[in-house]
């Protein structure tokens, strides 16, 4: 039997001086209120009331009890009340995992304006490369750019796309030569992200249809941001969410290649590990992803690839 079940209803029997009164606020039958109370003795080993046919009495150990069973049950309501305060109201901390380049570059001005809305908000910004355990890590929600998620036992709420480019400086360029079709790669020093790409194989899409060629390189990493400043040295090829490296194909610090073959977008999305009970702060934030992904930025079409 529930214990504190138990003390609730020895506690309005003691305060209402009958088994019927409080069975009734209670909405419990008379059997029922006093097989609570009698289980409630038997486990105290106590006789907490006297019984009359008129009167209903607290004995010395009943009066003890009644002072703690109602300490016990304010403080339970205190705890039910603190509870529901951190689900409800926006404030506390809300961390969320992100690729190291995206957080830095495009998530922080949204976490800003966040901040300022919501200053009793702290949102703490955690490296996730895609393969962080959600759990385990403490994440309240996560950013992953990639291929579409598989079942992980999470909730995954698709945002935006993420058009890529291949990149490579002029410098390495003019020594190896530009490849014409993605077949030529097979001859370049490809720079290849070990998470987006694990079999080395990349693939694009044009007018003939959808192309695919496994590539080798001298350099690989699991994030994209070595992978840029490799291709910036004019170490070889690399293929980017077009996001990481806009900037540098404006400024002409690298150049895009075979722009007839757009290589197969990636997913943008969210994942938070269950819609119960979501805090009020983090699903705050998760309405501020969203509302972001109805109006993305320009590096979000593929349109913004074209010369």
């Known amino acids: 039997m529930d214990r504190l079940r138990c003390i609730e209803v020895f506690v309005e029997v003691a305060r209402d001086g009958s088994f019927t009164g409080a069975a009734r606020r209670l909405g419990m039958s008379k059997a029922a209120t006093t097989k609570h109370v009698a289980w409630l003795e038997q486990s105290l080993g106590a006789k907490l009331l006297n019984r009359t046919t008129k009167h209903v009495g607290l004995t010395e150990a009943g009066a003890h009890a009644l002072a703690q069973g109602q300490l016990l049950l304010e403080g339970y309501e205190e705890i039910g009340s603190s509870a529901r305060e951190v689900i409800e109201k926006p404030r506390g901390v809300v961390r969320v995992g992100t690729p190291p380049s995206f957080g830095t570059h495009h998530l922080l001005p949204l976490v800003t304006r ?102 080798k390189g001298t350099v690989a990493a699991n994030f994209g941001e070595a992978l840029k400043q490799a291709a910036l040295l004019g170490h070889g090829i690399a293929m980017h969410p077009y996001y990481m490296v806009s900037d540098d194909l404006k400024a002409r610090r690298l150049v895009a290649v075979l722009p007839a073959y757009e290589p197969l977008e990636l997913d943008i999305y969210v994942v938070y590990p269950t819609r119960e009970h979501l805090p009020e702060r983090t699903r705050r934030f998760l309405e501020l992803l969203k509302r972001w992904a109805k109006t993305p930025p320009d590096w979000t079409r593929a349109s913004a690839l074209k010369p």
């Open 114 to 215: 966040f901040a300022e809305r919501y200053p009793e908000i702290r949102v703490v910004l955690m490296l996730d490369d895609g393969s962080a355990n959600l759990i385990t890590q403490g994440l309240d929600l996560s950013l992953r750019i990639g291929p579409a998620p598989e079942d992980t036992g999470h909730i995954a709420v698709p945002l935006t796309k993420a058009p890529q480019v291949l990149v490579a400086s002029r410098a390495y360029l003019q020594r190896n030569g530009t490849p014409k079709t993605p077949a030529d790669l097979e001859s370049h020093n490809c720079l290849v992200h070990s998470l987006k790409s694990p079999t080395n194989i990349w693939r694009f899409s044009s007018k003939a249809g959808e192309v695919s060629v496994r590539v």
